[in-house]
Each structure stands twice: as structure tokens, then as C-alpha cells.
């Protein structure tokens, strides 16, 4: 297992602090924070990563695979399980294996904590690095999809005599009942979005309209888009203060690899190795 990942893993796990109960099974409580590690440890500490809409069944399944293990559990306690001799053996060798895992990690935890990153070097890297920290201009739409050019253009006419609230309202309510895309029962919100991660038809017209305002019927491979333009947010380098934590955590994980190198090398030298 990669240093980095046990390190990794452990940062994570130490974050979840919820211990709300969810659901008890014959007494025993299955808690969010139950579900969140079991989560994390499914997918690799990708859990943010799944979309969305995925991320609710991923937690149904979880908690289902959980209350399982209990039930299947008591009635091993109850017939007797705990006490045969081939559950006895294992259960020192697995004993033995997570003692040995835990400890490793416990273990790279307390010499993670001892690199220090001075604050000089975070300015220095940020000073020399600024281009990393640059965001690309970003706008927040909505859009209406039809196949048909004709339908476009009749939603574009019972919205273009609108204006501010009036218009974002009704815009909501024809892309929740006309539009096909998937964002139709959002109301057609794309949420932010940076140059370049549209189609070329769409990215090249919303970057050009004004906020609160509408576009004309947009054709593209999926269609015809009817564009609402509800945000937009100019490109900017982030500041010092604002990347300052992530810097630390690189650097410090950039001498810690150093660390382990020099750390194992004097290991070696002192143990016995045949």
C-alpha cells in the first residue's frame, strides 16, 4: 500500500464526524459515520467523485450491506460460530495482520505530523506558481432542449417580453415541462461551468450574453438550446490565502516522501536482513 494513500485514508476518515444513528439492528446501531467509512473504503476514498444522482443509491446499497452483516452476524453468534475452532485460528491471524496494518499506519501518521512546511516556502511556491492558481471565467445558465426548430422558436416567444424574476420563473417552469435534456426537472440549470466544456455552439454563444438575459434557439447536435444566462464570473487568480492549505499539504507530502526515503534507508542499516 502506497504511503501516500494510508495517509490519505486516514486525513479522510479523521473528517467524518457524524455519528448520527440511522437505523438499530437487534440492538446494534448503524451510525452515518458506519456508512461514510464503508463508503470511502468501497471506492477507493472517491466517494465525492460518483455523481450525483448515484451517490443516494450508493448509500441505500451501503446501509443495506451493513444491516445484513448484522443479522448474519447474530445468528453466527447464535449458532455457535464464535466459539469452532477454524473461526478461532483466523481470527489470530487476522488479529495479527490488523495489528500489524494499524500500526504501520498510526505509525506514518505520527512522522507525517513531524514535517513542517515554513510559511515562507508556501509564498515562494505560490509567488513562482501563480499560473496553477489561475480560474478560467465561469457562467452559470440554463437551458431548454427540443428537437424542433419550430418549438424553440414558439418557447422563445412566450418568454421574450420577460424580464428579470418574471422571466427566470418562467423559463424554470417551460424547462421542467418542455425540456429534454436531463436538466429539464431542475428547471434546465447546468450550474457553473468553465470555456470549453459545452459543445463549440453552445460554449461559443453563452460566453457571449449578458447576465439575465435570453438567447435565440442555439442549434446543436442534441438540438435546438433556448439559453438563459443566470451568472457570470470572470477569470481570476485565486489569492494566497485561498490556496494556502492545498499548498501545504503538497509541499508537506513532497518531504514526507523524502522523509520515508532517508527513514527506511537508516531502518534498513540497522536491522538484520538475510
Do not use: C
Request: hydrophobic share 40%; net charge positive; charged share 30%.
Amino acid at each position: 500500500m502506497k504511503i501516500t494513500k494510508i495517509v490519505a485514508t486516514l486525513l479522510l476518515t479523521s473528517t467524518l464526524v457524524s455519528a448520527t444513528t440511522l437505523i438499530t439492528v437487534n440492538g446494534t446501531q448503524i451510525t452515518q459515520q458506519d456508512v461514510d467509512t464503508a463508503l470511502m473504503n468501497a471506492t477507493q476514498g472517491r466517494f465525492n467523485q460518483v455523481p450525483a444522482e448515484k451517490q443516494a443509491q450508493f448509500r441505500k446499497q451501503v446501509l443495506e450491506q451493513l444491516i445484513a452483516k448484522e443479522l448474519v452476524f447474530a445468528d453466527a453468534k447464535k449458532t455457535g460460530v464464535l466459539n469452532r475452532k477454524d473461526f478461532k485460528d483466523e481470527f489470530v491471524k487476522v488479529q495479527n495482520r490488523v495489528k500489524k496494518e494499524l500500526a504501520i499506519q498510526v505509525w506514518q501518521k505520527q512522522e507525517l505530523d513531524k514535517v513542517k512546511v515554513s510559511n515562507k516556502d508556501l509564498k515562494k511556491y505560490y509567488d513562482t506558481n501563480k499560473e496553477e492558481f489561475n480560474e478560467k471565467e465561469t457562467v452559470h445558465a440554463r437551458h431548454i432542449l427540443v428537437k424542433e426548430e419550430a418549438e424553440a422558436n414558439a418557447i422563445a416567444k412566450q418568454l421574450k417580453s420577460l424580464k428579470g424574476a418574471a422571466l427566470k420563473a418562467k423559463f424554470i417552469e417551460l424547462a421542467k415541462t418542455k425540456s429534454t435534456g436531463p436538466s429539464g426537472p431542475k428547471g434546465g440549470d447546468l450550474g457553473y461551468f468553465a470555456q470549453g466544456q459545452m459543445v463549440p455552439e453552445f460554449n461559443d454563444k453563452v460566453f457571449t450574453m449578458k447576465v439575465g438575459t435570453l438567447s435565440e434557439p442555439v442549434k446543436t447536435q442534441f438540438g435546438y438550446h433556448i439559453i438563459f444566462l443566470e451568472d457570470k464570473k470572470a477569470k481570476k487568480t485565486l489569492a494566497f490565502t485561498e490556496v494556502k492549505s492545498f499548498i501545504e499539504q503538497r509541499l508537506k507530502m513532497e518531504k514526507f516522501k523524502v522523509v520515508m526515503q532517508e527513514k527506511m534507508a537508516e531502518l534498513k542499516n540497522k536491522a538484520t536482513i538475510k
